[in-house]
């Protein structure tokens, strides 16, 4: 009889301590497409499905937590050892699931919705980001640290980030003018970069005046349109590396009616600095004062910060 009161009392306090453990292992929280994800509040074995997102995990210090990440995902090189779950864009679903992941991490630009939600379908939380600008950029940097707990990084991480966007806008309120800049991505046919890309933020804050700038993303032009521009800086920037952009950078300096080609003002550039929402898009920024306002340039300027 004096353990009768066990009996009544014990399930309720298992029943209770079993729900404090679910509160402490499972929350929910709204993705930037807002949809809401309920996942672990300590995700171990994450899927990336962006080389991007591959990145930004790295910058974190949370490398440790991937199990799987896209085709693509070539930087920091140690990212190419990473089990692989197809091209961001052709994702292979059986290998992510085969992986067991508790988190995927996955990106409006280019990730298959069908594949979003046949995941979500079998219980795999998907969180989806969706950077835009340089604003959403910093955004997703401190949304996805602190799905991984790593708040503190991230905000260091975007602290430095608005720091070098600054020291960009004061050295370039120094110009005397808005060099013509067009900046070619596709090769064949010839494609630049409209307002809607990170490009042209870019090229604008860096101080150029953008020759393809309007309401398409990424028109297309004639090798005659591009001679009417007659752009004063010539930028190329291709996932076709190696022999074909260097050719067609021969190519485009046989025309010495161009500005750019007269005055030796037609540079190659790595495009991965300027595609992939990433604090890398600040390497591409700094970069692009240098091409466009080479008078600026102070060799300390835009040293490391350590």
Known sequence: MKYKWLAIILPAVIFLSFSADAQSVVRKTT??????????????????????ITEIIYELGQEHRLAGVTRFSDFPPEAAKL??????VQLDLERIIALKPDLCLATKDGNPRTVVERLESLQIPVYVVDPRCLDSVMKTVVEIGALLNAGNKAKSLVQ??????????????????????????????????????????????AGGENL?????????????????????VFIISSMARGEVVERVKKEWSCWTDI????????????????????????????????????????????????
């Open 31 to 52: 993705d930037q497409l807002g949809r809401s994800v309920t996942l672990s509040d300590n995700p171990q074995r994450i899927v990336s499905l962006a080389p991007s």
């Open 83 to 88: 089990p692989r779950v197809g091209s961001y």
């Open 212 to 232: 393809a700038q309007g309401s398409t993303s990424y028109p297309r032009f004639s090798r005659e349109q591009v001679l009417a521009l007659s752009p004063e």
């Open 160 to 205: 430095n980030m608005r720091f070098r966007i600054q020291r960009v806008r004061f050295l370039v309120a120094k110009a005397p003018n808005r060099p013509r800049v067009f900046y070619q991505v596709g090769i064949f046919p010839i494609v630049s970069t409209g307002s809607n890309t990170f490009i042209h933020e870019l090229i604008l804050l």
């Open 259 to 306: 500005p750019a080609i007269r005055n030796q003002r037609i540079f190659l550039v790595d495009s991965s600095l300027f595609d992939r929402p990433t604090s890398r898009l600040l390497d591409g920024l700094e970069l692009l004062v240098r091409l466009i306002h080479p008078e600026l340039f102070e060799p300390e300027l835009f040293k490391d910060e350590q």
